[in-house]
């Protein structure tokens, strides 16, 4: 059980290095045709840029379901993406961007903090040297805005 407790939380801690990356350099290079939609003025409750979302539940999925068919720990991997995946919408759909009809407040420091490092993500409109990728986990914002003011310079 502690083995198990421990992939899932390594897991979820992963995930954010792995999200940092595949925005950096997936959503943020080929993939920004369906990203696209996250930077530009929002319409629905849905966009293309969900497709993301929906691939990290396909690879849950299917982490859990190689675990119990006797790959003993994946299940635990595929928890720990999902925990990611559900952790992912709460904070940056539901608290950063208020897509949802009620409209949770960013009320702690931690989530002051990655509400304005993920606005400084979308002060920039363009595909190509953004600021701040992670998810769950923000710099300091001086940092960010360092770099945000160098990118605007470059
Ligand atoms: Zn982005
Ligand atoms: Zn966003």
Same mark, same amino acid.
Request: with cysteine; aromatic share 12%; hydrophobic share 45%.
């Given at each position: 059980?502690?083995?198990?407790?421990?992939?899932?939380?390594?897991?979820?801690?992963?995930?954010?290095?792995?999200?940092?990356?595949?925005?950096?350099?997936?959503?943020?290079?080929? %993939?920004?045709?369906?990203?696209?939609?996250?930077?530009?003025?929002?319409?629905?409750?849905?966009?293309?840029?969900?497709?993301?979302?929906?691939?990290?539940?396909?690879?849950?999925?299917?982490?859990?379901?190689?675990?119990?068919? %006797?790959?003993?720990?994946?299940?635990?991997? %595929?928890?720990?993406?999902?925990?990611?995946?559900?952790?992912?919408?709460?904070?940056?759909?539901?608290?950063?961007?208020?897509?949802?009809?009620?409209?949770?407040?960013?009320?702690?420091?931690?989530? !002051?903090?990655?509400?304005?490092?993920?606005?400084?993500?979308?002060?920039? !409109?363009?595909?190509?040297?953004?600021?701040?990728? %992670?998810?769950?986990?923000?710099?300091?914002?001086?940092?960010? !805005?360092?770099?945000?003011?160098?990118?605007?310079?470059?």
């Amino acid at each position: 059980m502690i083995l198990n407790l421990a992939v899932f939380l390594c897991t979820l801690t992963a995930m954010e290095g792995i999200g940092y990356l595949a925005h950096r350099y997936i959503m943020h290079g080929w %993939g920004w045709f369906l990203h696209r939609s996250h930077h530009e003025p929002h319409l629905g409750a849905l966009e293309t840029n969900d497709v993301y979302l929906l691939a990290l539940a396909l690879i849950a999925l299917a982490l859990v379901a190689l675990g119990r068919a %006797g790959h003993a720990p994946l299940q635990w991997v %595929g928890a720990g993406v999902a925990a990611f995946g559900v952790i992912y919408v709460i904070v940056h759909d539901g608290i950063v961007h208020r897509h949802w009809p009620f409209r949770p407040r960013p009320r702690n420091r931690y989530l !002051k903090r990655l509400y304005r490092a993920h606005m400084l993500h979308h002060a920039l !409109k363009g595909r190509d040297n953004n600021v701040s990728f %992670g998810f769950l986990y923000a710099p300091p914002l001086r940092r960010l !805005k360092q770099q945000l003011r160098a990118r605007q310079r470059g």
